[in-house]
């Protein structure tokens, strides 16, 4: 596993925010790849492309309006924020925006076709993931709303919760015309599975990454400038 520099210094944290960015630019290639497999999008893109259908706006731009907004929830929620919340929010969405502008991989045009570059992306996502979540600044906006929810849900297991959370976010996207079908179902259950496979390979545990909150981070910065 890549060793990355601990959040402990202005420059550290510097390093990390590009890591990160990077990392989510990447990680838009493989969403974008998922959206031009043409067999259905994932749940949440599910939403993403029903309000820009709906809207009349560019994916991208429904994407950071539900992120941010999601995020609020979590702030709302008291969970804790990190830096790379906020890139995420934002650089995931704007990056598939400029990979549909370059038009670099045109929408397939049959299920296998559709089938291997839908696999294609969610590897890509999983591997950027690790190297995402390896810059130690805070989780996805969706995955902390995930743990709260689970948190506040009793007895009930997370997976369900997990599952129930998806498939609101694809009822309102389909009812506001965004794309279901076979490549859903392959988003909504193949994602753990090889995100799980891609994290083996390179023996990264994520639950051994203590993510920096948004105050530490601040923190840092006042200490730097104080000195």
Known sequence: MIKFKENRTVSAIATN???AAISLFFNGFGVYLTIQANIGAGPWDVLNLGVAKTFGILYGT???AISYAILGVDIVLREPIGIAMF???FVVGK??????RINIVPECDSLVKGVVVMVIGLVIMAYTQYTYMSASLGCGPRDTLLVALAKR???????AVSIALLSLATFVGWLLGGPVGIGTLIC????GPIMQM???????????VHHQHLAESVKVFVARKAA
């Open 17 to 19: 925010i590009l890591l």
């Open 62 to 64: 429904a994407s950071v």
């Open 87 to 89: 890139i995420d929010a």
């Open 95 to 100: 990056a598939v925006d400029f990979f549909n």
């Open 153 to 159: 849900a009793g007895k009930i297991p997370i997976g």
């Open 188 to 191: 909504a259950f193949a994602t």
């Open 198 to 208: 891609a994290f083996s390979t390179v023996k990264f545990d994520a639950t051994h």
